[in-house]
């Protein structure tokens, strides 16, 4: 899974999430599992939305949230 690109604002780090390229690969774990974003987002206690955002690199990642997200989906 890509996690970091260069980044200006990254408190000296030099990276940070790749939210694109991270909601990319997990929606389609979550496709290829057959589990709908309805249910990701319940078990997540997010909603529908706020889960298509981040699959959609429109909201940003951390490793929390993916840890939730791969244990919704079964991985």
């Not at 260069?6 to 000296?12: N, V, Y």
């Not at 889960?51 to 929390?64: F, P, Q, T």
Request: glycine content about 6%; some cysteine; charged content about 30%.
């Amino acid at each position: 899974m890509t996690k970091t690109k260069s980044c200006h604002c990254c408190q000296g780090t030099g990276t940070e999430l790749d939210s694109v390229a991270i909601g990319r690969e997990l929606r389609n774990m979550r496709t290829s599992r057959q589990v709908t974003l309805l249910e990701v987002a319940r078990h997540m206690k997010f909603t529908p939305a706020y889960i298509s955002d981040l699959e959609r690199g429109k909201r940003n990642w951390n490793e929390e949230l993916v840890r939730k997200f791969k244990k919704a989906v079964g991985a």
